[in-house]
């Protein structure tokens, strides 16, 4: 069974950092094109970043200098490295796994990043 | 990375067919086959419904179809039943090597 867990999240101040993981299991994870989706308290879906198979990594606008995505084949693991936060950045995050570019066909339970002072 | 444009809500009754459409531009929707749609439910993780415009992932029920004119793709649901209220977003690559969203509707099934 395809499995996402989604870890790290918390409330952190404006300015401050946090590194999301997530851990994949019950698939091919070096195989996958991965995603970081963002949803903010009661509004719309945001894609964050990408990571390919590969190692092709893109951005949003939005995040772009701020954010970094990895991922560790050897562990399982994605990650979204947050630095500079600000509330804006408030949201659910969760990780979603290509089926093909734009379908996402498994995702997260999400986790929580909360930007406050 | 302007959000793809939906309407905020849709409804209709038990066993009606509605659509919800998803307009973009040459440089997303327009320019790819790569639309999908997604079903969420309030405190759930979206779920995908369909994916290149058209296509189906094991599991989903054939009530849901997709297509797509131009700079627009739709998202049709036929027979609605209750379960289906929940709220739908749809999704493009676009041309900047990005991804992007649409608003997302509410579908209400009266």
């Known amino acids: 069974e395809v499995q996402l867990v989604e870890s790290g999240g918390g409330l952190v101040q404006p300015g401050g950092s946090l590194r999301l993981s997530c851990a994949a299991s019950g698939f091919t994870f070096s195989s996958y094109e991965m995603n970081w989706v963002r949803q903010a308290p009661g509004k719309g879906l945001e894609w964050v970043s990408y990571?390919?198979?590969?190692?092709?990594?893109y951005y949003a606008d939005s995040v772009k200098g701020r954010f970094t995505i990895s991922r560790d084949n050897a562990k399982n693991s994605l990650y979204l490295q947050m630095n500079s936060l600000r509330a804006e950045d408030t949201a659910v995050y969760y990780c979603?796994?290509?089926?093909?570019?734009?379908?996402?066909?498994?995702w997260g339970q999400g986790t929580l990043v909360t930007v406050s002072s | 990375q302007s959000a793809l444009t939906q309407p905020a809500s849709v409804s209709g009754s038990p066993g009606q067919s509605i659509t919800i459409s998803c307009t973009g531009t040459s440089s997303d929707v327009g320019g790819y086959n790569y639309v999908s749609w997604y079903q969420q439910h309030p405190g759930k993780a979206p779920k995908l419904m369909i994916y290149e415009v058209s296509n189906r992932p094991s599991g989903v029920s054939n009530r849901f179809s997709g297509s797509k004119s131009g700079n627009t793709a739709s998202l049709t649901i036929s027979g609605l039943q209750a379960e289906d209220e929940a709220d739908y977003y749809c999704s493009s690559y676009t041309s900047s090597s990005t991804w992007v969203f649409g608003g997302g509707t509410k579908l209400t099934v009266l």
């Open positions: 979603a796994r290509d089926l093909v570019p734009a379908a996402y066909d498994y």
């Open positions: 990571i390919s198979s590969g190692g092709t990594i």
